[in-house]
Every structure is written in C-alpha cells, then in structure tokens.
C-alpha cells in the first residue's frame, strides 16, 4: 500500500510540540516497518519545514537540514509535474474543493498510485476520499 503523508503529518513528525503530533507519532512508529507500506510526501513541502523550523521554532539551518535529511531517508519525497498542475486545474474549475494547493498535492499522490493520505486537515477529512484514495487522519 502506498501511503501518502500531508505536510501536517510530517511536521508532528519533525515537532513534538505540536498537539497532534504524539497521535501522528504512534500511526507512523507503528506502520512504518511494515514491508508491504510505501510512504511518500511533496518535495513542495521541504521549504515549507525549513521555513517553520528556522523562523517559528527557532531552529539553527542545520538542525532544521538534518531533521529534513532523516525524514527524507525514510519517506520517498514526490516531485510535482504538469501532470499534476493540469488535474488541479480540471479539479479546481470543477469545484472540488477552492484550495489550489491541496489539489495540486491530492493529484500528485493519485498519480503515484497512493491508497491513502494521511492528513490532520479538517477540510481535506470532510472529503473522505478524493478519487480513489482514501483520506483519513492517524
């Protein structure tokens, strides 16, 4: 099974802190051996986790850079293409949903074939699924 990882999820896993992170923790800790389980997140996300590690959490670059390797050795980061544009675009006009950004990130887990994504996003939770694949949270 492919598993799909939100920008969220990967932030619990990276801050401890964060008040969903010790549920999003435990799903991971207790799936991430499982041979027939593949994850994946948006390379769009790493700026993303630098930004919030060095300027909110007050991070040093290369703590925040290490951090961001050891996730990267784990989870198969997933590089957005046209393919992806293209669909968010037909989503978007369709009115899935009015969030461009989510749907740019839904349709590159889609085109990897991912079963499920894993998300703490109220909103994306509400859809339940989104084409084929599943949405739920920890």
Do not use: H
């Amino acid at each position: 099974m492919k598993v799909f990882l939100d920008a969220n999820i990967c932030l619990d896993l990276l801050d401890t802190t964060r008040k969903t992170s010790s549920r999003s923790v435990k799903w991971y800790l207790n799936n991430k051996d499982r041979e027939d389980v593949e994850f994946y997140f948006s390379s769009d996300f790493i700026t993303t986790f630098f930004y919030i590690l060095t300027q909110k959490k007050k991070q040093t670059p290369k703590i925040a850079i290490d951090a961001i390797d050891m996730l990267s050795n784990e989870i198969t980061a997933l590089y957005l293409n046209n393919e992806d544009y293209i669909s968010a675009k037909y989503d978007f006009e369709d009115g899935i949903i009015d969030d461009f950004e989510d749907l740019f990130v839904l349709n590159s887990a889609v085109r990897t074939g991912c079963e499920l994504f894993l998300t703490n996003d109220r909103e994306l939770l509400k859809m339940g699924k989104f084409k084929k694949m599943k949405i739920m949270t920890p």
